[in-house]
């Protein structure tokens, strides 16, 4: 006699984990997601997740780097390769306004860990770009590209306060100005007059 056979469940994943992550993140930040509001959500066990992650901070980083992965890449080895000049830094300003425009979850997961109390690790990849960033600048300085007398800190730290806060609260400000937070245009309109107010300020004098 012929058993029946058995129903075989699709394969559990790291991505089935990742995705229900990235979503309870999203609604409810690091400190208010539990890992088993997480295994729920993706039909898993706890122990499952661990095995796979070790711990919701790493879960978190995890769901971060996927996020950004295509980006870091990018953006590293167009650092490395690129030829020094304005133009160069101008490309990695649109490049990541247009990742946070294109995913605005992305800037949600942000936000949230920027209001966490809890200290949590850089990535290494966020490390390694930061890097080859500063480099950049430094290179660019001692060529007379950049004014000498900007601290390359600082300057790096301004790029992402432009575009980050632009998505935290622009519909805020757009009030103040009377323009519609609502239209699609004004993404673009800030983008422009950012990059001339900003990059005719680094020019050397």
């Given at each position: 006699?012929?058993?029946?056979?058995?129903?075989?469940?699709?394969?559990?994943?790291?991505?089935?984990?990742?995705?229900?992550?990235?979503?309870?993140?999203?609604?409810?930040?690091?400190?208010?997601?539990?890992?088993?509001?997480?295994?729920?959500e993706a039909n898993v066990t706890k122990s499952l997740i661990h095995h796979h992650f070790g711990s919701k901070e790493q879960l978190w980083r995890e769901v971060k780097n996927r996020r950004f992965e295509d980006y870091f890449a990018t953006q590293k080895e167009r650092l490395r390769t690129a030829g020094i000049g304005v133009e160069g830094l101008k490309e990695a300003i649109v490049r990541l306004f247009d990742v946070l425009r294109d995913e605005p979850d992305t800037m949600r997961l942000i936000c949230w860990?920027?209001?966490?109390?809890?200290?949590?690790?850089r990535h290494e990849e966020e490390r390694e770009l930061t890097a080859l960033g500063l480099a950049r600048i430094r290179e660019a300085q001692?060529?007379?590209?950049?004014?000498?007398?900007?601290?390359?800190?600082?300057?790096?730290?301004?790029?992402?306060?432009?575009?980050?806060?632009?998505?935290?609260?622009?519909?805020?400000?757009?009030?103040?100005?009377?323009?519609?937070?609502?239209?699609?245009?004004?993404?673009q309109e800030y983008l422009d007059n950012m990059l001339k107010i900003f990059f005719e300020g680094v020019l050397p004098r």
């Open positions: 006699m012929d058993r029946p056979k058995k129903q075989h469940q699709p394969p559990l994943t790291r991505d089935v984990i990742l995705d229900a992550a990235q979503k309870i993140f999203v609604e409810r930040g690091f400190s208010d997601t539990s890992m088993s509001r997480i295994a729920k860990h920027l209001l966490e109390t809890t200290e949590l690790e001692e060529i007379g590209i950049i004014r000498p007398d900007i601290d390359p800190g600082y300057l790096l730290v301004s790029f992402f306060c432009l575009v980050f806060h632009w998505f935290m609260a622009r519909h805020e400000y757009l009030r103040w100005i009377e323009k519609d937070p609502s239209s699609e245009s004004t993404h």
